[in-house]
Every structure is written in structure tokens, then in C-alpha cells.
């Protein structure tokens, strides 16, 4: 019994010496929100997010944030969230908790991340982010995004362009609440082809449930469609080019001759655009400039605390038709 | 392989020398086929002019196709009482590893077979792990659902593969005699699941360890190879759903078809409800798949929100566990 005292006791000594060490490791590093003109010999440290890493845009973002921040020097803490948000936060927030100058979200909503938020709030960090939130939202230093109602200007524009004029014609609009980018663009689209004489299929915006499964969705929504209303369809808009392309694959298989917008430029919905099938057009969305406008402003922080101007600003985008699908870089071949 | 019958436990007709029914058993017994038609009446009454013209009917069976062949291999693991929850994660793993082997060069043959020893190995794995280590089934197969999906994206580097050659995609969007190839596949796969379990000695020992393992054990049955051999099936016959997938879309993702997890579940739960034993069988598992193919495709005929359509499905599964239960308690 004593044996086993006395080593549980040793255990305990060590335990807190190892602990000890780590805390006192942990404590040096952190600098604190006061610090973002980033002077002194310390390292200017960043803690970077994403939730969305496992796509190919995150992916690539997670890349291009690291050769940067290597090529200037910083302390770069990355932390992936696998779209796991009890895991990712958590992660960010002791990440805070150890001390930072500056934090990067990438591609993260803001809603996900109100824990994040209050934590860097209270330390005194800002936040720089990019396509976080659709509006402005003092949570960050700032956020940079595409225009929602440029990208449905220019997707509804193709569709009336392509069909001769809107009045009269029958639109299904496809949208996915959860992501705050595609709801915010979906009803954007309703209101314009509504405005524009449209009649919108199935009288209100079809929902797919999971991204994961969108493309079948999509696919099993307007082959359905089809088949009880056969030629009773003119265009198909969707919020993203995955599910996109299921409706298109949906139209070529019905044999009709309705077309189908996207929005994200992927490979597959280049080639698809270039095959002149039913997919007329999608949306680049400019990821490569927009990272290095939200890098310009961390190296401005860090250089001697200036923070931008406004907290949110909306890019442009570019069209994706047969015209040009040859010369875009499509978003999934980016890293 | 040897061939016998086994009444009762694939047996709709009820052969076996039990007690008549009440008129409330039996409908209790025939609630989930009744459901059927009483959907496919109500869907039919709704758009008569097109619920039941072919191009519909061949419109779900085109949809439900893959999650027939899907659930087939969640019946076979649950036929000896266990469960997979790696049937889609190995389906959208098979389908990567075809994909990207294609779009490496190698022939459409030699991708298929590769993505079919994938499926295989972790049927094996999950078998192995469950029959010869003890694990329980849900944990084994939550791991390898990890794992896997995993596996997938770094097969797929996180992309969608597309490019797939033609010959490949005839699998999943050619046509015979107007009808979609993934339902001739599909038929093809459910009635040689059907025969196994129904006519040979090894379906016997199947639905023997389903019905109490220990029993099955002491009487002689090889209990650990008769599991490692069902976890198997079920993996070469997901892969088999995962390329028809693949074929289908014409492209491959790390979690494609992750729905046909939560549906094949809830097809062979139907599916327990229409014989009399209350085990899981590949006819009742079928009805189950057309009750989701039919309600999936009349919901969005009549142009009901999306939304509504996954409470609908919950509901419908509540109600097959609860019916399954009802039979548990009589027997």
C-alpha cells in the first residue's frame, strides 16, 4: 500500500513538473491583442481555421496560408475542423487561450463560431477572414467575400440571355439553407426571376438536405419534375455547381433542352459548360486575389496596427460561359 | 455449394406450422406491403396522368436502384444480427479507387476488380474485427466508417474524379430494352442474395446465428467464419453499389451516396416487418427500398418541401422499428 503511495505520489510530481513546463512554454509565446504592430523579436503569430478543409477550395487555402505565412516569417498555428465544429472550436479557443497577434477564418461561417468570436473579443485579437458571413459583421477586423447579388446578376443574366427574355418562363431555383452563401444567393434568385416574370417551379426555392448528396438530389428533384411536367421546365438555377451538375445530368437524360447555372467554376463544371450541353454557365469566384487582399491587411496589423478601414467587403466575379470557360483556373485545380 | 430451403425465415407464404393468425396479426404482418400500395394508391390518385406511366416507374426504379443493391449487403449483416455502418463509406471508396485508376490508365476491367477487392478487404476487416475480436459491430464498423471515408478522400485528394470513360459509365447510365442498366444490376444482385439466404446451407447457418449465435455455435456452425463471411458479401456487394454509383454520376467524391447509409438501414427495418420470423430478408428489404424510392419520388412530384420529406422518412422508420418490435414481442 505505501508502495503504491509513493509512487502514485512520484507520478503526481511529475505530472505537475511536466505541466508546469508546458505552462510556462505556452505563456511565453502568446502576446496578447496589444501587440499587433507585431515590434519586439517575437514572431508575429497567427492562428488560422478553416472548417473546410476537406474541400478542395479549403484545401488549397490551408496550403496557400502556410507557404505564406512561412515566406514572412510568422507563428502559424492551422487548425482543421473537418466541418467539426465541437472539435474546432475548442481547438481555436486554447489556441487563444496560449496566446496570438492576429487570427485568419477561412471559408468559416461566422454563426458556427460565436465561441471564437467572444474568446477573441476578450483577448483582444482581431480576426481577419475571408467568404465568412454574406453582410457586414463586426466580429471581424475585416471579412472579404463575392457579391451574392453580383453572382445572381450575372447567373440570371446568362439564363435570360439564353432563353430570349424571363416573362413567362419557368425557372426551378435549387438552394441549401445551411451554408449562409448559397440561402443568401438562392432567395436572391427567386426575387430577380420572380421580378423578371418567371415562374419559379414548385412555387418556392427546392432545397437539397446535405452537400454531400446534392448532386443525387438534384438529379432525383428535376428528373421528377420532368416526368410529371415533361417540356415543362426552361432553366434550372443552382446555388453551387455540384448539384448543378446533377441537374444538368437530369435534363441531358429527360431529353430536354432547359439550361442550368452554377456557381463555384469547378473542373467538371467547365467541362461541362465547354461540352455546350445543358450547362450554360457558373460563377469564378476570385479566392487567389481575395486571399492576398486579407494577407495585405494582416501584414498592415502587423507592420504598425493599422486595421482596415471597413470590416466586410464584397468582390466581384466573373461569368463562366463557353466564351471563356477555356482561360479559368477552375477553383477545385487551385493549389 | 450446397442447396436446402429454409422455411420460415425467408418464407412470406408461411410454411411453418404456426398458430393462425388474428385478423389484427396479420394486418400488423402485412402493415409494411400494405403501405406500399396504400402509398403508390394515394401517389397515383394525386397525378393520375403520371405516377404510374412507365417513364415514372422507370424513373424510381432508376433512383432506387443503387440503394437496392446497397441495402442487400446491410440485409446480409443484419440476416446474423449485426449491423454495418461502412456500407456507403466502402460504396464511395470503390467508386474513388475505380475513378482514379480509370483516370490513371488502367482499363475498365482491371479499376472494376481493384475497387471490388477494396470492397472485399473491408468486409474482411470489419469481419475480422467483429467475429475474431469480439468488437461490437457498431463500434468496428463506426471505426471503419472513419477510416474509410478517410481512405476516400485521399484516394479523391478531396476533388470529385470525373472524365470517366464511356464504356465505365454505360454501367450506370446505359440503357436495355429502355430500362436503366443499374436496375438490371440491381435485380441481378437482390435475387442471388435472395437465393443464398433462402435455398443454401450457408443462408441456414446465417439466419441460425442470427437467431441465437450460441445456439448456431453449439450445433455445430463454424459461427466466426459464417460472420467473417457475411461482413465480407456485404463489402464486395457495396463496392458493387459504389461503382454503379460512380457509373451512374459519372464521377466519384469521398462521400457520395453517404445517404444510402441511413436509407439501407431503414429499407431492411422495413423490410423485418413483413415475414412472420421478424429477420431481416431480401424481399421484404426490396418493399423497403420501393416504400423510400416511391414516397421520395410522389413527395417531389407533388412538390412537397424537401424538408417535410426527411421527417416523413424518420416517421416511416420509427414506424417500421415499432412494428418490428411488436412482431419481437409475439414471437
Known sequence: ?335 | MSTTRNPGLEDTTGTRAVPRRSVGQTLLASGTVLALFVLIIFFFAMRPDVFLSFNNVRNILYQVAILAIIAGAQTIVMVVGDFDLSVAATSALAGAVAASMMLNGVPVAAAILAALVVGVLIGLINGALVAYLNLSAFVATLATLTSVTGLAFLVTDGTTLFNLPPEFNFLGQGRFLEIPMPVFIAIAISVILWFVLRFTTLGRKWYAIGGNAEVSRLSGVNVRSARLLAFTVAGLVSAIGGIVLAARLGSASAVQGEDNLLFSVAAVFLGMTIVRSGAANIVGTMVGVAIIGVMSNGLNILGVNAYVQQVVTGLIIIAAVTLSSFKNRER
Request: with cysteine; charged share 20%; proline share 3%.
Open chain 1, 1 to 335: 500500500m505505501r508502495t503504491k503511495l509513493k509512487a502514485l505520489a512520484a507520478v503526481a510530481a511529475a505530472a505537475t513538473l511536466v505541466l508546469a513546463g508546458c505552462s510556462s512554454g505556452g505563456s511565453g509565446g502568446g502576446t496578447g491583442g496589444d501587440a499587433g504592430a507585431g515590434g519586439g523579436d517575437d514572431a508575429f503569430k497567427v492562428i488560422a481555421f478553416t472548417s473546410g478543409n476537406q474541400t478542395p477550395i479549403g484545401a488549397w487555402w490551408v496550403k496557400a496560408v502556410q507557404e505564406q505565412a512561412d515566406e514572412l516569417g510568422w507563428d502559424l498555428t492551422m487548425i482543421q475542423g473537418d466541418f467539426d465544429f465541437q472539435k474546432m472550436n475548442p481547438a481555436v479557443e486554447s489556441a487563444i487561450g496560449q496566446g496570438a497577434d492576429a487570427i485568419f477564418d477561412g471559408y468559416t461561417d461566422v454563426a458556427s463560431i460565436g465561441s471564437i468570436v467572444t474568446a477573441a473579443k476578450d483577448a483582444g485579437i482581431p480576426m481577419f477572414a475571408m467568404d465568412s458571413a454574406t453582410e457586414a459583421n463586426d466580429a471581424f477586423a475585416i471579412n472579404i467575400t463575392t457579391d451574392q447579388q453580383g453572382i445572381v446578376d450575372q447567373t440570371v443574366g446568362a439564363i435570360d440571355e439564353s432563353l430570349g427574355g424571363l416573362d413567362g418562363k419557368t425557372v426551378m431555383v435549387i438552394g441549401h439553407d445551411p451554408h449562409p452563401g448559397i440561402r443568401m444567393r438562392a432567395g436572391l434568385a427567386e426575387e430577380a426571376f420572380t421580378e423578371a416574370g418567371a415562374e419559379i417551379a414548385g412555387g418556392e426555392i427546392q432545397k437539397v438536405t446535405s452537400p454531400a448528396t446534392g448532386r443525387t438530389e438534384a438529379l432525383a428533384l428535376v428528373a421528377d419534375y420532368l416526368t410529371a411536367n415533361p417540356d415543362g421546365l426552361d432553366a434550372v438555377w443552382v446555388g453551387w455547381d455540384d448539384a448543378a451538375l446533377g441537374a444538368a445530368q437530369a435534363i441531358t437524360e429527360a431529353g430536354a433542352s432547359a439550361k442550368v447555372t452554377g456557381v463555384d467554376a469547378t473542373s467538371e463544371a467547365i467541362a461541362g459548360i465547354q461540352s455546350e450541353g445543358a450547362f450554360l454557365a457558373t460563377i469564378e469566384q476570385p479566392w487567389p486575389s481575395i486571399l492576398d487582399s486579407v494577407m495585405e491587411h494582416i501584414i498592415a496589423f502587423q507592420e504598425d496596427g493599422t486595421l482596415p478601414d471597413s470590416n466586410y467587403e464584397a468582390v466581384d466575379t466573373t461569368l463562366v460561359t463557353i466564351d471563356n470557360a477555356a482561360d479559368i483556373t477552375p477553383s477545385d485545380q487551385l493549389g
